[in-house]
């Protein structure tokens, strides 16, 4: 009984570690930021580095993290059910969705300065 108890344990933390070291990385890369930018006692530099944090999250990360959650959730049911030529066509196919979305997102974020001043917002 515990050497299943054992290999159910390795195999969690063969899929937590990577996932928590992701999300780890993600925040402190805000953190870093406002660190470094924060001792250069200018609020406007400051405000610009947290609203491009924000945009950054809002337009990349939110968008690309939910349709990889999607793509997840369709490849462990088709796995679950030992169809993995549907896995391999939910991979491609995820990658194809994923390109056009980064590239739509990769556009917006390059021109987020001309976006924010459209609206109104200081330069």
């Not at 290999?7 to 933390?13: D, E």
């Not at 405000?47 to 944090?53: D, E, I, S, W």
């Not at 959650?69 to 066509?89: D, H, M, P, R, W």
Request: net charge negative; hydrophobic share 45%.
């Amino acid at each position: 009984m515990e050497e299943s108890t054992t290999k159910m344990f390795i195999s969690i933390m063969k899929q937590f570690i990577p996932g928590t070291c992701c999300q780890i990385s993600l925040m402190l890369s805000e953190v870093v930021n406002l660190l470094f930018i924060g001792q250069m006692n200018d609020p406007n530099i400051l405000a610009g580095v947290g609203m491009g944090n924000c945009i950054q999250n809002v337009c990349g990360f939110s968008v690309v993290i939910g349709l990889n959650g999607a793509l997840e959730t369709l490849v462990s049911q088709a796995y679950g059910a030992k169809n993995f030529e549907q896995c391999g066509v939910y991979l491609n196919r995820g990658r194809v969705v994923l390109l056009i979305t980064f590239t739509l997102v990769y556009v917006i974020l390059s021109h987020t300065e001309v976006i924010l001043v459209a609206i109104n917002q200081n330069p």
